[in-house]
């Protein structure tokens, strides 16, 4: 099977309740939810309510109707930017955006003049959240963190960042993709109005799934428009939730999947799997430190990053690295910009990219022994 340690891409393997319980609707259930009122369908409903109770409950939010479940984190950060972004606005966010929010602006940047501003953080890629309040403006009208860097795992300080925000009552989207499932989120606490969230990395679930939390009280403007299966006669977008932000067929088997894998989170508990991950992060920055002529890049502290590190050899690339280590040794991981070449200019690689391993919750320390002696049989080839 391999070893696998590309996690901050996508999580594998997933919980076996995960596969079972898309099998099982797929066999067994298979109906559409909010589209009919017959047994299955209503079985249907009952497991989408269930998966939005799970996900409120798992971030501490109260409004399950405005939980809203989207294909992925993308798709999320997309319908919150241009459902709150209008013509003119000033938005402010990190340097370390993936492209899922980077694009996003600049596409809204050259097509409709917003304007952006980027809050500079240290080489270690730590943004003092006190930089945020320089740059806000009268016209500010949205603040945008990452919660960690997929490049490098700097944990940002959101909840202070979002006092700031509160404060001059600007939402604050979070961009959670490495960490929702696997670091305590709790959106009162950290202040985060808008959290946008994955299905297929640390929460466990299959891909195409993931959601928005709104944890405001603001109109959004829908990303699409189309058939909710209620108010049919009604010619536009329903202007309640969830049903004003989602449209079309939900993927009801895999927000099945996700539920099982919410459960499974719950069930193990948030801080049990924190503490294991950071139990075979520790140990890899450690043992990494062992391979000659190896340059690994952002914070060395398990108390500052999730479970991404990120590194070089010397005279040889990542992308010459990763194969190797697919094709000889049966190791997994990740080469390139990472769809955030922004995080790479902090690190000074934007023109020859990373390699980088993403610790999950189903490594084990023997993974990553093996990583390290694949490692320094790569760096005694010619």
């Known amino acids: 099977m391999g070893i696998y340690l590309d996690n901050a891409a996508t999580s594998f393997p997933k919980p076996i309740q995960v596969s079972d319980a898309v099998y099982n609707f797929m066999v067994n259930i298979g109906a559409t939810s909010g ?77 409709i003049g917003i ?17 945020v309040e320089k740059y806000i403006e009268e016209n500010t009208a949205l603040i945008i963190f990452t919660h960690a860097s997929n490049v490098i795992g700097t944990i940002q300080p959101i909840r202070e960042i979002g006092a700031i925000a509160s404060k001059y009552k600007i939402p604050f989207l979070v961009d959670a993709a490495q960490t929702a499932g696997a670091y305590p989120i709790d959106v009162k606490k950290d202040n985060i109005d808008l959290l946008a969230f994955t299905g297929h990395k640390s929460l466990l679930g299959p891909m195409g799934t993931g959601g928005l939390i709104i944890n405001l009280d603001k109109d959004i403007n829908p990303l699409k428009s189309g058939g909710t299966g209620g108010d049919s006669s009604y010619e536009y977008q329903p202007n309640y939730f969830p049903n004003r932000l989602e449209t079309g067929t939900p993927n009801v088997a895999g927000i099945v999947g996700l539920l099982e894998a919410i459960k499974f989170i719950q069930s193990e508990g948030i801080d049990n799997i924190l503490n294991k991950e950071k139990e075979v992060l520790s140990y890899a920055l450690k043992r990494l430190e062992e391979v000659e002529n190896i340059s690994i890049y952002g914070p060395k502290d398990i108390e500052k990053i999730v479970g991404v590190i990120t590194f070089n050899l010397k005279d040889k690339s990542a992308e ?38 993403g610790i999950g919750y189903f490594n084990e320390k023997e993974d990553i022994d093996l990583l390290i002696d694949s490692l320094k049989k790569i760096n005694n080839q010619n």
């Open 35 to 111: 589209r009919g009122a017959y047994e299955k369908a209503m079985e249907s409903d009952r497991l989408v309510y269930e998966a939005r109770k799970h996900i409120a409950s798992l971030f501490n939010h109260d409004d399950i109707k405005k939980v809203i479940l989207t294909s992925n984190v993308t798709e999320s950060l997309n319908l919150a930017i241009k459902g709150i972004l209008k013509k003119g606005d000033h938005v402010i966010t990190s340097s370390l955006e993936h492209n899922a929010v980077w694009r996003c602006l600049k596409t809204l940047e050259r097509d």
């Open 320 to 357: 010459e690295v990763a194969y190797e280590l697919d094709q000889n040794h049966g190791i997994m991981i990740r080469a390139g910009l990472h769809c955030a070449p922004s995080a790479h200019g902090v690190i000074g690689t934007k023109k020859i990219g990373t390699a980088r391993i």
């Open 115 to 131: 304007s952006i501003s980027n809050v500079p953080c240290d080489e270690k890629g730590y943004t003092n959240p006190n930089d």
